[in-house]
């Protein structure tokens, strides 16, 4: 008995590796981002002192952490185009 | 006292290169944006890839700080008592009050004096009301995150004025839209002006001078567009003080004239209605916070003009779900103060004396629930307790409108007919009313027994003084037949007739002594040998004619709880016979036992006998 063919498949693979490719780019920024604004908040807050620092302290702590988090979602975004780009 | 001190340069050059980096990540993001576009349509059966909402949100976050850290850069410059030198130096206040003149959401050292914190938020409102879309967005969003003070609050918003909070809204709503992340900046402006606004609201407890002034509450609800920025306000917020909740009450649900119109703040408040499963154009969340609230409920019907009751307009004005808020602050206002003995019941204009002040009111109020009533299709368990609680705190309202009816037709009023409807829709309505109704029976039969010796004409007297209690009940009766909720009402006269038996003489009977001993434990037997539900069932079922069981069991108890209260009076005990056969009667549910008690009253004095008589069914 003959096998029935496989359904077929939509994927366009142009569309998904400039997908991938965007968001490569925006997660490398992101990381970029991230490391500059570490580095940018080391030199603000030297001799930063009394109630302004600690509002900096909690604003900045917030703009590490979505830029981090921000980036880890973007890579694993792109990572799952190019996994299906492999298989298709 | 205390000092800041920082670098200006270094603080602005780092908001530039936030600035600068959130500009290129935002590029990217619509890159990815429309890459997504392309993917999703060539690539169906691709992995579900979603927006880039964590990317979104951090180039805001970089954005916001940008714009936040330039201008505590320039606060330290404006306040360097330095010299000159790249350190800025400033004392905490003067910092503090160049700060909080242009920046939100940062906690303000407590030094500061209310008056100064005023004065400074006007200027921070001046400002917001000629900031761009961007600037003040951010602005709004701070004060989400930290709640300012609230004299600097009141001051912000009298330097907005309502003009300006209504321009500062539009602006943004049309900027930003309803979709995706600009509803999330939107979003976060309406908690930051509803935490501002609930904020300066604290302030009127505070002395005149840094006070908010309410008038911009008033002016903001003369003008559509005004109302809706205030419906986003009273969307999110919780907890307002009284006075501001009158307020936005008082402002909100006067009727306005004018065609709708489909404002961009409108569209933005359907958005928000909907997210929070409401439906739009509804009232209901100031209704919720009014209600509460029963101080800022009283302030808002204290604020009524003369003669026109606030509460009463909108309860004729209002269906479900909005009625059974209203509901809430009728129980509160007009309902629990009487039960309480904290308030005048309402007195009948027919007892030859005009309501004045707050009976009046009252009036007014009731006779606006008695006509919304007749409106209410689909009634809800508020509505019906609200009802309940009219019957036991002002019986004589009921009275007034079955006189009124009879003397028209003969008939009682539709709309009581309509009340007992509604309100048997609820089981524990009807033990309330019930409850009530009971109870007024059986302190009017003490009442009369105590001032009439037993003598002619006692048994006309005392049935008139319980003939309008006995109406009410056949009210009661055919209501909870019409709402199919004669089975609860079954079960309200089984649990009531042994709580009767026990409450009669109260705390005299474990006393007990005399001849009223016997006639106080009748119904206890129900509970203690057959169990109460066991006795509700059989109550309710053993009679085949369902439809008069609770007519003949209302009546039963009628006359029972007069004997009761005939044995617990000296001059009308002395005339009672053979007491102690009353032992253990359950009149209400056995036909057997009431059998004998007809056989007891038989037996009696004459006076005895025709009162009781002239109560039997």
Same mark, same amino acid.
Do not use: F, I, K, N
């Given at each position: 008995m003959p096998r029935p063919p496989d359904p077929a498949v939509a994927f366009d693979h142009q569309a998904a590796a400039q997908l991938a490719d965007r968001l490569e780019t925006l997660a490398r920024l992101l990381r970029q981002a991230e490391r500059d604004h570490a580095e940018g908040v080391a030199a603000a807050t030297k001799d930063w002192r009394g109630f302004t620092r600690s509002w900096f302290d909690g604003a900045a702590h917030d703009v590490a952490t979505s830029l981090h988090r921000a980036a880890a979602d973007v890579a694993r975004a792109a990572a799952s185009v190019r996994n299906a780009t492999a298989v298709a | 006292m205390p000092t800041s001190s920082a670098r200006p340069e270094r603080l602005a050059h780092l908001a530039a290169t936030l600035a600068e980096r959130s500009a290129t990540l935002d590029a990217q993001v619509g890159e990815v944006t429309a890459a997504l576009g392309a993917y999703r349509s060539g690539c169906p059966d691709g992995p579900a890839i979603g927006a880039p909402e964590a990317a979104i949100h951090a180039v805001h976050r970089c954005r916001n700080l940008a714009g936040r850290l330039g201008r505590v850069a320039a606060a330290f410059t404006r306040a360097d008592?330095?010299?000159?030198?790249?350190v800025a130096t400033a004392s905490d206040h003067i910092l503090a009050l160049s700060v909080a003149a242009h920046l939100a959401g940062v906690r303000l050292?407590?030094?500061?004096?209310a008056p100064e914190l005023h004065a400074v938020g006007r200027r921070a409102g001046t400002q917001l009301a000629l900031a761009g879309t961007g600037e003040a967005a951010i602005m709004l969003a701070g004060w989400a995150d930290t709640p300012p003070d609230a004299a600097y609050a009141s001051g912000v918003i009298d330097g907005l004025g309502a003009r300006g909070v209504e321009a500062v809204v539009g602006r943004i709503a049309r900027a930003y839209g309803t979709q995706g992340w600009g509803r999330t900046r939107v979003e976060a402006t309406m908690r930051g002006l509803t935490v501002l606004v609930a904020q300066a609201g604290r302030?009127?407890?505070?002395?005149?001078?840094?006070?908010?002034?309410l008038t911009v509450i008033h002016q903001l609800g003369r003008a559509r567009a005004g109302r809706e920025v205030l419906r986003q306000i009273v969307l999110?917020?919780?907890?307002?003080h009284p006075a501001l909740t009158a307020a936005l009450g008082a402002a909100l649900l006067q009727p306005i004239s004018g065609p709708p119109e489909l404002t961009s703040a409108s569209r933005m408040l359907v958005d928000r209605f909907d997210q929070r499963g409401l439906p739009p154009g509804l009232d209901l969340p100031v209704l919720r916070l009014l209600q509460a609230d029963p101080r800022a409920a009283e302030l808002w019907e204290l604020g009524?003009?003369?003669?026109?009751?606030r509460l009463a307009q909108q309860l004729g004005r209002r269906s479900n779900p909005e009625l059974a808020a209203l509901a809430g602050i009728v129980h509160d206002l007009y309902v629990a103060p009487v039960l309480e003995h904290r308030a005048q019941p309402w007195r009948s204009p027919l007892a030859g004396q005009r309501p004045h002040g707050a009976a009046r009111r009252t009036g007014e109020v009731l006779e606006a629930l008695l006509a919304a009533v007749q409106e209410v299709a689909h009634p809800l368990p508020p509505v019906s307790r609200v009802l309940a609680g009219v019957v036991a705190a002002h019986p004589a309202f009921l009275d007034h409108h079955l006189a009124v009816g009879a003397y028209r037709?003969? +008939?009682?009023d539709p709309a009581i007919g309509r009340w007992f409807e509604v309100l048997a829709q609820e089981p524990v309505a009807i033990d309330t009313a019930l409850g009530a109704l009971q109870a007024r029976g059986r302190s009017s039969a003490a009442a009369f027994l105590a001032r009439s010796a037993p003598g002619a004409g006692s048994a006309d007297a005392l049935r008139s003084s319980l003939e309008p209690i006995r109406d009410i009940g056949l009210l009661l009766v055919r209501g909870a037949a019409t709402a199919g909720r004669t089975y609860s009402l079954m079960t309200s006269l089984a649990i009531q007739a042994v709580a009767g038996g026990l409450t009669?003489?109260?705390?005299r009977a474990a006393a007990?002594?005399?001849?009223?001993a016997p006639v106080i434990a009748m119904g206890i037997r129900v509970a203690a040998d057959a169990g109460r539900d066991e006795a509700i069932d059989e109550l309710a079922w053993?009679?085949?004619h369902l439809d008069r069981a609770p007519k003949r069991a209302l009546d039963r108890s009628f006359v029972a709880s007069t004997a009761a209260a005939m044995a617990e009076d000296p001059r009308w005990r002395a005339h009672?016979?053979?007491?102690? +056969?009353?032992?253990?009667?359950d009149v209400v549910r056995s036909d057997e036992d009431w059998r004998t008690f007809r056989s007891w009253m038989a037996r009696q004095d004459p006076t005895v006998r025709d009162t009781l008589a002239s109560l039997r069914p």
């Open positions: - | 008592s330095g010299g000159g030198t790249t050292p407590d030094a500061l004096r302030s009127l407890s505070a002395a005149p001078s840094y006070r908010l002034d999110g917020a919780h907890h307002l009524s003009p003369p003669g026109r009751s037709s003969l +008939e009682p009669v003489g109260g705390g007990a002594a005399g001849p009223a053993s009679d085949a009672l016979r053979d007491v102690h +056969e009353l032992a253990g009667l």
